[in-house]
């Protein structure tokens, strides 16, 4: 029973920062690359973020040097953390984990959280 629970949502100024957390229970994350997707109303699914099993880190283009994904292996728990924040990032993101960095080979996904930006 693998369940992954995100958090950290909110509305926020532009400019502004946000924390999300994941925190997983029934899987170990050192185990698996973890990733961050989002979508907003009528806009295309789309991969943010993703960190594997060796630290490499990957972003979306429109989100680098603003966002970094890391882990705490002991708390069970992936970060998304967001600075410089612009309306174009309103969406609900969501976390996954997976074998691989890529989202076909992402096995379990969050609910999601909303991020609002306004």
């Known amino acids: 029973h693998v369940q992954l629970v995100e958090s950290g949502g909110g509305s926020v100024q532009p400019g502004g920062s946000l924390r999300l957390s994941c925190a997983a229970s029934?899987?170990?994350?050192?185990?698996?690359?973890m990733a961050w997707f989002r979508q907003a109303p009528g806009k295309e699914h789309e991969g943010v973020a993703s960190?594997?099993?060796?630290?490499?880190?990957s972003y979306l283009d429109s989100v680098k040097g603003r966002f970094t994904i890391s882990r705490d292996n002991a708390k069970n728990t992936v970060f998304l953390d967001m600075n410089s924040l612009k309306p174009e990032d309103t969406a609900i993101y969501y976390c996954?984990?997976?074998?691989?960095?890529?989202?076909?080979?992402?096995?379990?996904w969050g609910q999601g959280t909303q991020v609002t930006v306004s």
């Open positions: 996954a984990a997976g074998p691989y960095c890529l989202e076909a080979g992402m096995e379990y």
């Open positions: 029934g899987i170990t994350y050192s185990s698996y690359c």
């Open positions: 960190l594997d099993r060796d630290g490499n880190t």
